[in-house]
């Protein structure tokens, strides 16, 4: 199991990368062009909605399989 939790952060950590780099790119960030619209929205912000809400399921994917947590013998604070 612990090798697992090591590819898992691993995977996680390129996600993260990769939504970073996608967010500066103009894939979402397009010189001057606001459509498409989607429910009134410009493309711009509803393509930022999509990568903030990949980065809080990449965060809680990471709280859970982080290698340095030990969740079974874990020490009370």
Known sequence: MKGN????????IAGVV???VITFT???MPA??????L???PRTLWSSILIYFGF????WIG???YPGSDEEGGEEA
């Open 5 to 12: 939790k090591a590819l898992y952060w691993k995977l996680c």
């Open 18 to 20: 990769l939504l970073s």
């Open 26 to 28: 103009p894939l979402v």
């Open 32 to 37: 001057g062009v606001s459509h498409p619209m």
């Open 39 to 41: 429910f009134g929205m």
């Open 56 to 59: 809080v399921v990449l965060t």
């Open 63 to 65: 709280t859970r399989v």
